[in-house]
């Protein structure tokens, strides 16, 4: 049974840090290209972090410089450290798994194989 489990969110105020969990199981974690999306109030969910099977990344415009990802293979998780953050941050973070596709599929959702089900980042200002 194939899961991904996101953990880490909660309320901070803008300007803190935050590191979230995406924990997986039920599939072969180093075929898959791992990313973070961000869904905020009204909006359409967005991938704000990819990481690729060999461990390269890629960041949206918005997050770039205040968000990294990185990847444990032996533990089958991936992280995302977020730093500086602002109230637009705000939001449901998910994790998917992409089978067998690089960065260059990455920030397509319609690419994605399986889905977490998100935890909520909420950012005060």
């Known amino acids: 049974q194939v899961q991904l489990v996101e953990s880490g969110g909660g309320l901070v105020q803008t300007g803190a840090s935050l590191k979230l969990t995406c924990t997986t199981s039920g599939f072969t974690f180093t075929d898959y290209t791992i990313s973070w999306f961000h869904q905020g109030p009204g909006m359409d969910r967005e991938a704000v972090a990819c990481?690729?099977?060999?461990?390269?990344?890629d960041y949206s415009d918005s997050k770039k410089g205040r968000f990294v990802i990185s990847r444990d293979n032996a533990k089958n998780t991936v992280y995302l450290q977020m730093t500086d953050l602002k109230p637009e941050d705000t939001g449901v973070y998910l994790c998917?798994?992409?089978?067998?596709?690089?960065?260059?599929?990455?920030?397509?959702?319609?690419?994605?194989?399986?889905w977490g089900q998100g935890t909520q980042v909420t950012v005060s200002s």
């Open positions: 998917g798994a992409l089978y067998m596709r690089g960065l260059e599929y990455a920030f397509g959702e319609e690419w994605y194989d399986h």
């Open positions: 990481i690729d099977r060999r461990g390269d990344s």
